[in-house]
């Protein structure tokens, strides 16, 4: 055997047993989950991920390939939220609610933490129709906008384990309610009037509150729309007073106890 050949037998051989390390490691993540599920312990733990890279970082700093073995441990773990998140739910998690309750935000942050893609309604039809939310309502009117609502939802239910933020109108219409169903779980987000306009008073991207940005009208549209929101909700979760590390965290523990 040539010398080439012995060194890529030993190469083999280290593979091998990185992969069986992997999948120790992979069962460990789902024995824990599995573990905080039938225990009600706090199931994001963001702070244990900071702790395990500093850790790393200190266990390698003399090593040669240290930028290296980080850069694959940043890979590892984010294969490891896959894990926790396909343990968790088999189904999409759509977020609906008034504009302004933190859809966006909480959407976002959920992405990241579960490693799941993300998918935001509004952006995605502004995407397709290569205009504005506000240019939409102008040439072809609400309806229009609606009927892109559903369908888009329809396309979803191609995938699972996505976090779907939807327009703060999707729920008012039956069908898209029960498009969500078909393969999700619906969160209702909630905030009160003060809380949304101090969110949305810079926007410019509201039509229906177009010359209308007060707490008054605010209220009448919200107490308009709460009985939709919450026939469709499978869980309320509030917003005030909270950050987004504690909204996801009420999300995710309440999803796992319905």
């Given amino acids: 055997m040539g010398r080439l050949e012995e060194i890529r037998e030993r190469l ?5 047993q990185i992969v069986s390390v ?6 460990i ?3 824990i989950m599995e573990y905080k599920k039938e225990n009600g312990l706090p199931i ?47 189904h999409n998690i759509f977020l609906i609610g008034f504009m302004g309750v933190g859809k966006s935000t909480v959407s976002d942050y959920l992405s990241k933490i579960l490693a799941s893609p993300q998918v935001e309604m509004d952006q995605v039809i502004v995407n397709k129709e290569h205009m504005s939310i506000n240019k939409i309502f102008e040439e072809y ?10 369908n888009l939802l329809i396309e979803l239910q191609k995938k699972n384990n996505q976090i779907v933020s939807c327009g703060g109108g999707v729920a008012m219409r039956e069908i898209n309610v029960r498009e969500m ?3 999700g779980r619906v969160v209702l987000l909630t905030a009160s009037p003060e809380t949304i306009l101090e969110r949305v008073k810079d926007s410019d991207e509201r039509p229906l509150l177009r010359g ?22 499978d869980i309320i979760v509030d917003t005030d007073h909270k950050n987004v590390e504690e909204i996801a965290e009420e999300i995710v523990g309440k999803l796992t106890h319905l």
């Avoid at 549209?221 to 929101?229: A, N, V």
């Fill in 22 to 27: 992997l999948e120790d490691r992979m069962d």
């Fill in 141 to 150: 009117g609400e309806e229009y906008f609606r009927n892109c609502e559903t």
């Fill in 29 to 31: 993540i789902k024995e």
């Fill in 12 to 16: 083999e051989v280290c593979d091998k």
């Fill in 212 to 233: 209308r940005k007060n707490t008054e009208y605010i209220s009448e549209l919200m107490e308009i729309r709460r009985p939709k929101y919450r026939a469709a909700a």
């Fill in 181 to 183: 169903k078909k393969n």
């Fill in 44 to 90: 994001l733990q963001p702070e244990q991920e900071k702790r395990q890279r500093k850790m790393l970082k200190e266990h390698v700093k003399e090593n040669t390939y240290k930028e290296e073995i980080l850069d694959i441990f940043t890979y590892i773990v984010e294969n490891s939220r896959k894990i926790q998140a396909r343990t968790l739910f088999t």
